[in-house]
């Protein structure tokens, strides 16, 4: 049952995404994935508290707000809570290691996958 919350929210969440996309703004700064991945990091953060304030919290709601509707948002909201727990837990320097890494780690991934893809292309 719990993958049925998950892909279910998940469906949700990325239907949601692509309603976003469709607003028509053109910019070549990527606005309307900044407000996606604000939204979701926002959206994550009111669950989180919601569930962590009440005893009762379904792990089943749980699991289809969080790792399926947000996951299906967007997963730059999980980075965020991530980052945002370490920081809580005054980790400072391993949140700020997780920050710069993440978003060095993917943009290297990025850059690799292209030179790769264009190998079989």
């Given at each position: 049952m719990n993958f049925f919350y998950v892909a279910l929210g998940g469906g949700i969440g990325a239907m949601l995404r692509y309603a976003i996309s469709l607003i028509p703004i053109k910019s070549q700064f990527p606005i309307l994935t900044l407000i996606t991945n604000t939204?979701?990091?926002i959206l994550i953060g009111f669950i989180v508290g919601v569930a962590s304030n009440r005893e009762n919290f379904p792990s089943s709601a749980e699991l289809f707000l969080k790792t399926g509707l947000c996951g299906g948002f967007t997963t730059f909201s999980?980075?965020?809570l991530e980052a945002y727990n370490l920081f809580e837990g005054k980790q400072y320097i391993a949140g700020g290691f997780y920050?710069?890494?993440s978003c060095m780690f993917c943009i290297l991934g990025i850059v690799c996958a292209k030179k790769l893809a264009t190998m079989f292309s």
């Amino acid at each position: 049952m719990n993958f049925f919350y998950v892909a279910l929210g998940g469906g949700i969440g990325a239907m949601l995404r692509y309603a976003i996309s469709l607003i028509p703004i053109k910019s070549q700064f990527p606005i309307l994935t900044l407000i996606t991945n604000t939204l979701g990091a926002i959206l994550i953060g009111f669950i989180v508290g919601v569930a962590s304030n009440r005893e009762n919290f379904p792990s089943s709601a749980e699991l289809f707000l969080k790792t399926g509707l947000c996951g299906g948002f967007t997963t730059f909201s999980t980075f965020s809570l991530e980052a945002y727990n370490l920081f809580e837990g005054k980790q400072y320097i391993a949140g700020g290691f997780y920050v710069v890494l993440s978003c060095m780690f993917c943009i290297l991934g990025i850059v690799c996958a292209k030179k790769l893809a264009t190998m079989f292309s």
